[in-house]
């Protein structure tokens, strides 16, 4: 059986109708990006901010009813709002929950409840293309290695590259309709947008990035008792990854930066972001610090290596880990075969061991004893 066009989709979804006005969503213009992919349906709710509690059951009646459609497996509907221009007319409304910008980074936003997670570690950058799902992929599966329980959440919704990264496959599954169980890679739960749609097909999220999103892909999810759930944010300072600061209960943060100056001002913009919401930042991690010829051994640095821990210093926040510019890791992370599950020996693995290390360190300083892990008990 063959998925639904989207005109099939748009046509089941103009028989339903916003609760209040009693018009077609699809009339009203709040149905966007529908995505077919295979038997999965994906698309976005655009709801005014302050309707988002009320129009929960509105989200589900949609994904139960393109999940009835012949050929659908499986459907997510996420709630999105967009930020009205203030202009004659406008409610004079505070910043939508999705956002707002720099200016309400002050302003209390819920936290998502996490029961069983411990601790919550975000990995960010001030903008792209530094390594951040790199650094968050290979901090996960080292802190793995070391023993603890881990989780991952791509909430880099504008280039989700933790499917990839991690070579899981499949969907999250929801057996209750409610709650969705995580898709597994080597022992790690993690959800992602990417397994909803395709890694080349940008998502548009308009405006500020979203609670319902984020609800979502985190606290509607079954992860079970963890000791860390990492979060690699999605790059720069913007109002959603405010949003993510904001909202997810995060225990620390570690900011990923290359040496060039330019992408250190970057990571003073991230390090400040945190901690106006009150967020401790760990500390920077240098990647593509150094290159060591695969060939003769001899290290090159080409970006002018150094960078980021006179930046640590400046800013009085710790210094990680330097992670070399190797090839290795850029073929592991294309090929899905995380370093410390394929290649726990190797230098490049022990780069990351000893990243894990330290922000394990720095979780357990953080939760003090209350948050101390309980000794597991062995019966011999
Ligand atoms: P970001 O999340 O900051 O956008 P990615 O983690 O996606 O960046 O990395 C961008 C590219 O650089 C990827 O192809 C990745 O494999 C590669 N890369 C990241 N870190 C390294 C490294 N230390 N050595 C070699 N390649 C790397």
Redesign the pocket.
């Known amino acids: 059986m063959s998925a639904p066009s989207r005109e099939e989709i748009l046509q089941r979804l103009r028989e339903i109708r916003h609760p209040k006005s009693g018009r077609s969503i699809v009339e009203l213009g709040m149905v966007s990006g529908i995505v077919v992919r295979g038997s999965n349906v994906g698309f976005a709710l655009e709801i005014d901010p302050s309707e988002a509690e009320a129009l929960e059951p509105l989200r589900r009646q949609c994904e139960e009813a393109v999940r009835a459609l012949p050929g659908v497996t499986s459907c997510t509907v996420v709630l999105t709002a967009e930020r009205r221009p203030a202009g004659p007319g406008a409610a004079p409304a505070g910043p939508p929950p999705g956002g707002g910008g720099p200016a309400t980074a002050r302003r209390t936003r819920p936290k998502i409840a996490l029961p069983g997670v411990r601790s919550v570690v975000a990995v960010a ?1 001030g ?10 992929v290979n901090l996960a599966y080292g802190l793995e290695a070391l023993g603890w329980r881990v989780g991952l959440l791509d909430a ?1 919704i504008y ?1 989700p ?1 933790v499917p990839r ?1 991690t070579g899981a496959r499949g969907r999250p599954t929801s057996p209750d309709g409610e709650k969705l169980v995580p898709v597994e890679s080597y022992g790690i739960p993690m959800m992602s947008v990417g397994f909803l749609v395709d890694e080349e097909t940008p998502m548009i999220w308009r405006g500020p990035m979203v609670q319902g999103a984020l609800q979502q892909m985190l606290g509607d999810v079954l992860w079970g008792e963890l000791d860390v759930l990492v979060v ?1 944010l999605p ?1 720069g300072t913007g109002d959603a990854q405010l949003t993510m600061a904001q909202q997810v209960p995060l225990t620390g943060a570690v900011v ?1 930066s290359t040496p060039q100056d330019i992408a250190l001002l970057d990571a003073r913009k991230a390090i400040n972001m945190f901690r106006k919401v009150d967020v401790p930042v760990f500390g920077i991690v240098e ?2 610090s150094y290159f060591v010829c695969p060939h003769c051994g001899g290290r090159s640095e080409i970006f002018a290596h150094g960078g980021a821990r006179a930046c640590a210093e400046r800013y009085g926040v710790d210094f990680l880990a330097e ?5 290795a ?2 073929e592991h ?2 090929a899905g075969r995380p370093l410390a599950v394929f290649a726990p020996e190797s230098p490049q693995a022990r780069a990351y061991l000893d990243l894990a290390r330290n922000v394990r360190d720095r979780i357990e300083a953080q939760l003090g004893e209350s948050g101390r892990r309980p000794p597991r008990i062995r019966y011999l």
């Not at 293309?129 to 790199?134: E, R």
């Not at 992670?323 to 090839?327: A, C, G, V």
């Open positions: 950058s903008k792209g293309g530094v390594g951040k799902s790199t650094t968050a880099d280039g590259s990264m690699d790059p990923v990647n593509m992670i070399p510019l190797d090839p890791i850029r992370a294309d």
